[in-house]
């Protein structure tokens, strides 16, 4: 039941509202205007007529809409003497085409042009009165609610954010709207404004070259305010990433409104009080700087430098509302300067303006020269009369203000984009054919590829997004002595250029802020010199780090290294840790103290072999000679004479040869004694048996078995060292490992197993000779050499167990060290041990040296 009386009712509701809507389309033509029209604020007839919104005044009064009546249009307040200036310069090009022979011939131009009050919303809607007229449009209900646009273009608006609603409106219409001014980024996307262009750069662009401007004078940490429109949040959105890109950190990033409540302008106030940031990025209109820097003055807060965008840096306006100086020394990009002949006189002939309505030009005027139209008596009487004849050169206001010429001649460009467009369309030569229809899509498709110059030469073109080359000069605010800002030109940015030409700065001495002449510094941390990288701090933007050292071994050679590289690994860091350098070669040398120490005792070894030789030559015929084979004796001197000079193959730096020549010469010479020490060991053992009665013994053991032994052990070990040489021998490597600073050069053994096999056989040789050398000991004899070769042995052995930790324990070239240590050690046991007691007996005991005394039982 209650859901049929929904539908009851919802039945009875569309049936009225069709009867409403029948009722309406019998009373009222199918096409009306809704709303009450838009009379512009400056109008002339013309040929083709084109469309302009400025703002005339930058404000309007607050009113409460309670959405009962009709709202009351908007009440427009604080007149804007730069929109007159940007219409003057509107004017200056019609009237220039409109005299012209060569332009459009026999076609004149004409204008409506509207006051927008710097209202979005009043934008839009005079934008629509652009675009349909005022008059009634009466069509039966059959025909299309249709009319061709009252006007082929529009100049304005200003700001970016009139301009993105005013072309989202118009864009469906394809009435190509070109701004002077309007700096957004996001208007050159198609997509959503197909039919916005401009004659001023992108800021696209700008905020690269801002962010590019601050890298350059080394700016890492900055705040940055912008304004809360598209205009400022874009801009500064492109700045950021840039600036991220760059290495570059944002402490703050505010915005801020012109109508914004003191309470939060006091914020920002106390976010930049509390920063430790001295350099401030802004994408401010010059009103919201306005509010900003008064605020700002209220705290004396100054010593900031700021830095600018093409909206306020060269607007010399803006200059003087800065009574404080807080802005002295600002940088920033701005339009070229640009001079167009004829247009400042123009501009400054304000009577033009009467043609404008009447209560528009009486507040101009009355402005401008600050005085009074009188009307009635009851007039103030102490207002100064207006007489409509007052001369505009005696004034300075930001009217007569030139400074925005560059801004000018947008307009005047804008202009002229439209007229040569219009040329090319209606074909005109000396006439222009006036039959051709024309309709704002073909004139849009027309702007977007014209290319023409100015009377001034300059390039006027648009690129596929609408937008115009963009190149900036850098400017630099540097006070004067009268007290008025100039601003000078130190460089250029190009974005046309490849991108490490684009920024230009000339040498050019700046002003920075509170007129100092050293660049201000305004980094979260200080750089990190070579020998450091940076560590970020644990919480903070990667512009706040901590510099640490390098580990040994690595190295930063630039300023704020990120990381530290190692070096090669034949290189090692120096102390500062900035630069690698070559690892120091060590290796035992002759012609260090030790090596020259080692070098000594081993000519000393040979020399005194080579004497004990000679001991024994001169008197091989005495008993004590003849009494132990003088011939292994002999044998056994030539094999400690090599053992003392293979030591030397293990000074000096190593090479294939000698790797493989001091370990195989040192295995060989050494069995080659230790086997003639366990000849004549065996010799005294059977000499002794051979004393026994019926013992045959030394038949078996002679002169001959004896050298044949001697050689028999020998090969052994050259097999033993052919193989190890064969498969895997010893080669020589840098060691870089066992020390950080210094390469090792030594000899690698190749195979553990060959270099084992060699010491093992040379042990296993010296072992068996201490073992018969000990049981022969206590033979009777008055000289048994048996002791001297038990305690030869003893040294040999002792030498060679303590040598194997000594040797794996030992750092570089000190393991040589100990091995020829070793080899010179046992060398002299075996040298001292065997043959010392007998040069005794030959030189200071000559009477023992007897075959009776040899003979005699020991007591």
């Known amino acids: 039941m209650t859901s049929t009386r929904r539908w009851s009712e919802k039945g009875w509701a569309l049936l009225q509202l069709l009867l409403v809507v029948s009722v309406s389309?019998?009373?009222?033509?199918?096409?009306?205007?809704?709303?009450?029209?838009?009379?512009?604020?400056?109008?002339?007839?013309?040929?083709?007529?084109?469309?302009?919104?400025?703002?005339?005044?930058?404000?309007?009064?607050?009113?409460?809409?309670?959405?009962?009546?009709?709202?009351?249009?908007?009440?427009?307040?604080?007149?804007?003497?730069?929109?007159?200036?940007?219409?003057?310069?509107?004017?200056?090009?019609?009237?220039?085409?409109?005299?012209?022979?060569d332009l459009l011939p026999g076609i004149s131009l004409g204008y409506k042009i509207y006051d927008a009050c710097g209202s979005i919303a009043r934008g839009v809607r005079v934008a629509l009165a652009l675009a349909n007229g005022n008059e009634e449009v009466v069509a039966h209900s059959e025909a299309p609610c249709t009319t061709t646009a009252q006007v082929q273009a529009i100049m304005g608006e200003t700001s970016s954010s009139p301009c993105m609603a005013i072309a989202t409106v118009i864009g469906p219409f394809h009435i190509p709207l070109i701004s002077h001014f309007a700096t957004c980024a996001c208007l050159s996307d198609k997509t959503k404004y197909p039919s916005f262009l401009r004659t001023i750069p992108s800021d696209y662009y700008q905020s690269r070259a801002l962010a590019q401007l601050v890298k350059y004078f080394g700016w890492t940490w900055v705040g940055a305010i912008r304004t809360n429109d598209g205009y400022g949040n874009n801009g500064m959105a492109t700045f950021t990433e840039t600036a991220q890109q760059l290495g570059i950190c944002l402490e703050y990033s505010v915005s801020v409104f012109r109508t914004d409540p003191p309470d939060k302008i006091q914020q920002i106030v106390d976010i930049i009080k509390s920063s430790t940031s001295k350099v401030i990025v802004t994408f401010l209109s010059p009103s919201d700087l306005y509010v900003v820097i008064h605020k700002l003055s209220n705290h004396n807060l100054t010593g900031y430098q700021w830095v600018g965008t093409e909206a306020w840096i060269f607007d010399s306006q803006t200059a003087a509302m800065d009574r404080h100086h807080i802005l002295d020394g600002a940088i920033g990009l701005s339009i070229p300067k640009a001079h167009v002949s004829g247009m400042r006189e123009f501009m400054l002939d304000v009577k033009l303006l009467n043609s404008s309505s009447n209560e528009l030009f009486t507040e101009f005027w009355e402005t401008l020269f600050s005085c009074e139209f009188k009307q009635s008596k009851s007039s103030a009487e102490n207002q100064r009369e207006c007489t409509g004849h007052e001369d505009v050169t005696g004034v300075q206001n930001s009217f007569t203000d030139m400074s925005l010429m560059p801004i000018?001649?947008?307009?005047?460009?804008?202009?002229?984009?439209?007229?040569?467009?219009?040329?090319?369309?209606?074909?005109?030569?000396?006439?222009?054919?006036?039959?051709?229809?024309l309709d704002p899509f073909t004139i849009l498709q027309h702007i977007k590829t014209i290319w023409f110059k100015t009377k001034e030469g300059d390039e006027v073109y648009f690129n596929e997004n609408g937008d115009p080359a963009a190149k900036y000069e850098i400017i630099n605010w540097q006070p004067a002595e009268n007290g008025i800002v100039d601003f000078i030109t130190i460089g250029l940015y190009d974005a046309s250029l490849p991108a490490d030409k684009q920024l230009n700065l000339q040498n050019k001495s700046l002003v920075w802020a509170q007129n100092s002449q050293q660049v201000p510094l305004s980094v979260c941390s200080e750089k990190c010199p070579p020998g450091t990288h940076k560590v970020?701090?644990?919480?903070?933007?990667?512009?706040?780090?901590?510099?640490?050292?390098?580990?040994?071994?690595?190295?930063?050679?630039?300023?704020?290294?990120?990381?530290?590289?190692?070096?090669?690994?034949?290189?090692?860091?120096?102390?500062?840790?900035?630069?690698?350098?070559?690892?120091?070669?060590?290796?035992?040398?002759?012609?260090?103290?030790?090596?020259?120490?080692?070098?000594?005792?081993?000519?000393?070894?040979?020399?005194?072999?080579?004497?004990?030789?000679?001991?024994?030559?001169?008197?091989?015929?005495?008993?004590?000679?003849?009494?132990?084979?003088?011939?292994?004796?002999?044998?056994l001197l030539f094999s400690l004479t090599l053992c003392f000079l293979c030591s030397l193959t293990f000074i000096g730096r190593p090479s294939e040869w000698s790797c493989m020549l001091r370990h195989t010469a040192f295995g060989i010479t050494f069995v080659l004694c230790i086997s003639c020490v366990l000849g004549k060991t065996i010799v005294v053992l059977m000499a002794f048996r051979a004393t026994l009665?019926?013992?045959?013994?030394?038949?078996?053991?002679?002169?001959?078995?004896?050298?044949?032994?001697?050689?028999?052990?020998?090969?052994?070990q050259v097999v033993i060292c052919i193989l190890w040489l064969t498969i895997y021998p010893?080669?020589?490597?840098?060691?870089?490992?066992?020390?950080?600073?210094?390469?090792?050069?030594?000899?690698?053994?190749?195979?553990?197993?060959?270099?084992?096999?060699?010491?093992?056989?040379?042990?296993?040789?010296?072992?068996?000779?201490?073992?018969?050398?000990?049981?022969?000991?206590?033979?009777?004899?008055?000289?048994?050499?048996?002791?001297?070769?038990?305690?030869?042995?003893?040294?040999?052995?002792?030498?060679?167990?303590?040598?194997?930790?000594?040797?794996?324990?030992?750092?570089?070239?000190?393991?040589?060290?100990?091995?020829?240590?070793?080899?010179?050690?046992?060398?002299?046991?075996?040298?001292?041990?065997?043959?010392i007691p007998k040069c005794y007996i030959i030189l200071l005991k000559p009477e023992k040296n007897t075959k009776k005394h040899m003979m005699e039982k020991g007591a």
């Not at 001649?409 to 051709?436: P, R």
């Not at 000393?604 to 004497?611: D, E, L, S």
Request: proline share 4%; glycine share 6%.
């Open 25 to 101: 389309q019998a009373e009222e033509p199918a096409c009306r205007r809704r709303g009450d029209p838009e009379q512009p604020q400056l109008s002339k007839d013309g040929d083709i007529v084109l469309g302009g919104i400025f703002s005339f005044h930058s404000s309007w009064k607050d009113k409460q809409d309670i959405y009962m009546d009709k709202p009351l249009p908007l009440q427009c307040t604080r007149l804007n003497f730069r929109g007159f200036q940007y219409t003057q310069a509107m004017l200056f090009a019609i009237e220039e085409i409109n005299n012209s022979t």
């Open 408 to 437: 000018f001649y947008n307009v005047y460009k804008g202009v002229y984009a439209v007229a040569h467009a219009l040329h090319n369309i209606l074909s005109c030569n000396k006439t222009c054919n006036n039959k051709v229809q």
């Open 536 to 635: 970020l701090k644990k919480g903070k933007p990667v512009c706040c780090y901590d510099c640490l050292r390098c580990a040994e071994g690595e190295i930063s050679n630039t300023t704020d290294s990120i990381t530290c590289v190692r070096c090669d690994p034949e290189f090692w860091s120096n102390e500062r840790r900035d630069a690698c350098v070559k690892k120091e070669a060590e290796f035992l040398s002759y012609e260090e103290i030790m090596g020259a120490l080692l070098t000594a005792a081993s000519l000393f070894g040979t020399c005194m072999t080579a004497v004990v030789a000679f001991i024994f030559f001169r008197y091989r015929q005495t008993p004590i000679v003849r009494a132990n084979n003088s011939e292994l004796s002999f044998l």
């Open 730 to 835: 010893p080669f020589p490597i840098k060691n870089i490992k066992k020390f950080k600073d210094k390469i090792i050069l030594e000899c690698d053994l190749g195979s553990a197993v060959g270099f084992w096999a060699v010491l093992g056989y040379i042990g296993l040789l010296a072992m068996l000779c201490f073992i018969l050398a000990f049981l022969a000991r206590k033979l009777p004899d008055n000289f048994n050499e048996a002791k001297f070769i038990t305690f030869s042995m003893l040294i040999f052995c002792a030498v060679w167990i303590t040598f194997i930790p000594a040797y794996v324990s030992s750092p570089g070239k000190f393991s040589v060290a100990v091995e020829i240590f070793a080899i010179l050690a046992s060398s002299f046991g075996l040298l001292i041990c065997i043959f």
């Open 693 to 716: 009665p019926g013992s045959n013994v030394m038949k078996w053991f002679g002169p001959a078995q004896q050298k044949l032994s001697v050689l028999g052990f020998t090969l052994i």
